[in-house]
């Protein structure tokens, strides 16, 4: 069962645009999400998070929102910079030392590709 | 120093070989991590080592061996593993001893085994 979901495997956009990638989740336990990207060959790079007492959280070109009755949140690139093109994941965790929770769940990813 | 380093970046090794993955932080970070990704996948979580102390095995094949040294190494030791074993082979660490933080990871070991 996959808690945290990224359904569209892949995003194309033009560069200077905006780039918003999805990600929902099932765990009503889950209060801390992260996203990273990944170059390939390369070990993931943390890239923004976002704990459930905020809605959003903003540094430099990225931003995250979170909307926790929906369960969902988004990444928002802008403007979109060929050097972004990579795979996004998303990954959340909940609060506590033990069990499922405690570990980070990651989704499956986004292959990001910004046009020159 | 805010880098985890993982040797090699590359290894071949046939099905009766031993082999042995290491990995690096000098950060002070209390947890450390092995994790394993095929292509197109998420990373999969292997093994915890919270305070130099296994805390998870996420019920890896006993043919992966950790082991950590001290606060600063871990190792991955590799025996008779198998062509689907192939993956890229990720350390990572975290500052507390817990494993919902964020995580550092290294640039991963490319194991092909033939």
């Known amino acids: 069962d996959q808690q945290v979901k990224q359904n569209s495997p892949s995003l194309s956009v033009q560069e200077g645009r905006i780039s918003i990638l999805n990600c929902d989740y099932t765990n009503s336990m889950f209060d801390y999400f992260l996203w990273y990207k990944k170059y390939p060959a390369e070990g993931p790079t943390f890239l923004i998070s976002?704990?459930?007492?905020?809605d959003k959280n903003e540094d430099g070109r990225f931003t995250v929102f979170l909307n926790k009755s929906a369960k969902h949140l988004s990444l928002h690139i802008v403007p979109s910079q060929p050097g972004d093109s990579a795979v996004y994941f998303c990954?959340?965790?909940?609060?506590?030392?033990?069990?499922?929770?405690?570990?980070?769940?990651f989704g499956k990813g986004i292959t990001l590709s910004v046009r020159p | 120093d805010t880098e985890v380093t993982q040797t090699p970046k590359h290894l071949v090794m046939g099905m009766t070989n031993k082999k042995s993955l290491k990995c690096e932080q000098h950060m002070g970070h209390r947890a450390m991590y092995w994790y394993k990704q095929k292509a197109k996948k998420p990373p999969e979580l292997m093994f915890v080592y919270s305070y130099e102390k296994l805390s998870i095995n996420e019920s890896v094949p006993s043919r992966f061996s950790p082991e950590c040294p001290n606060s600063s190494l871990l190792n991955l030791h590799l025996h008779a593993l198998q062509p689907e074993d192939s993956a890229l082979y990720l350390c990572a660490s975290s500052q507390g001893g817990t494993t919902n933080e964020k995580l550092f990871f290294g640039s991963g070991t490319q194991l092909s085994v033939l």
């Open positions: 990954a959340a965790s909940g609060t506590g030392y033990t069990g499922a929770n405690s570990k980070l769940t």
């Open positions: 976002i704990s459930s007492i905020k």
